[in-house]
């Protein structure tokens, strides 16, 4: 794969996890509520040795682990756009990609065209995933 080819995968990845990243920390309140013991347990899908009550079931217990999974790499990826490009980086991020915002929005409310936010993006996105 190409440098370019990889860095599309991985920006296609954040993005899409990032439009559900709200969706999915509220799922993850609604199975830790429901299943107390999810959010104590730690276990490793491949081996699957847990001690849980079977009515939890290996589904519930594989969507807690992808959504805590999906909700890591968007924080931790915010994480690392904070720390290489800045706190406005990390908002304006956020806003288009969480929030879904429109980009000339939030191009207007950052004093910027769109034009300039989309080259700052891509910048950002280049500089957390070619040097990740």
């Not at 001690?51 to 969507?63: A, F, I, T, V």
Request: with cysteine.
């Amino acid at each position: 794969m190409t440098k370019e080819g990889s860095f599309k995968q991985k920006t296609g990845s954040f993005k899409n996890s990032c439009r559900v990243y709200l969706k999915e920390k509220e799922r993850v309140k609604i199975l830790e509520a429901r299943y107390p013991e999810l959010a104590s347990t730690h276990f490793d899908l491949d081996t699957f040795k847990i001690d849980l009550s079977e009515d939890n079931g290996r589904g519930n217990l594989e969507l807690y682990q992808f959504l805590k999974d999906d909700i890591s790499f968007v924080e931790e990826t915010f994480n690392e756009i904070e720390q290489r490009c800045g706190n406005n980086a990390k908002i304006l991020i956020w806003a288009l990609f969480v929030e879904n915002r429109i980009q000339t929005d939030v191009a207007d409310e950052f004093g910027l065209t769109r034009r300039q936010l989309q080259y700052s993006v891509d910048k950002w996105l280049h500089e957390v995933f070619d040097n990740g």
